[in-house]
């Protein structure tokens, strides 16, 4: 299983061979994501990816000022994106914290399924 590091270098690398997927939608997306289960997210040391959706699209790490922010523990990202969590469910029990225009939070779901399809490119050997 990717740690969260591989999932958002895989999506960067998805990013960069098929930006067609990320063109559908518009917005800059931050996630902020802790990869120990006993680290807060609002520490000073999570990792940060941002997101660009849209023409120009691009994944990188580290902070831009964003139009959604997200914030998670690494297992609950990796659990989103095997599947085994619908990321609604964990938002509504707060293991997913999110922030930002209702526009963009509601468009949230196409960026963890590039995620999860990401993730099982480079599962496959195909990334």
Same mark, same amino acid.
């Given at each position: 299983?990717?740690?969260?590091?591989?999932? #958002?270098?895989?999506?960067?690398?998805?990013?960069?061979?098929?930006?067609?997927? #990320?063109?559908?939608?518009?917005?800059?997306?931050? #996630?902020?994501?802790?990869?120990?289960?006993?680290?807060?997210?609002?520490?000073?040391?999570?990792?940060?990816?941002?997101?660009?959706?849209? !023409?120009?699209?691009?994944?990188?790490?580290?902070?831009?000022?964003?139009?959604?922010?997200?914030?998670?523990?690494?297992?609950?990202?990796?659990?989103?994106?095997?599947?085994?969590?619908?990321?609604?469910?964990? #938002?509504?029990?707060?293991?997913?914290?999110?922030?930002?225009?209702?526009?963009?939070?509601?468009?949230?779901?196409?960026?963890?399924?590039?995620?999860?399809? !990401?993730?099982?490119?480079?599962?496959?050997?195909?990334?």
């Amino acid at each position: 299983m990717d740690s969260a590091e591989q999932s #958002f270098v895989s999506l960067a690398q998805l990013c960069e061979a098929a930006p067609r997927y #990320f063109q559908p939608l518009v917005g800059v997306y931050l #996630f902020r994501v802790a990869e120990s289960a006993t680290a807060s997210v609002d520490s000073k040391l999570p990792l940060s990816w941002c997101v660009r959706l849209g !023409a120009e699209p691009a994944v990188w790490r580290g902070q831009v000022e964003a139009d959604c922010q997200v914030q998670l523990q690494a297992n609950i990202l990796r659990e989103i994106i095997d599947g085994s969590l619908n990321p609604q469910l964990a #938002f509504l029990d707060g293991r997913l914290k999110v922030s930002g225009d209702r526009y963009y939070v509601l468009r949230l779901q196409l960026i963890f399924e590039l995620l999860a399809y !990401a993730s099982k490119q480079r599962a496959e050997g195909m990334m």
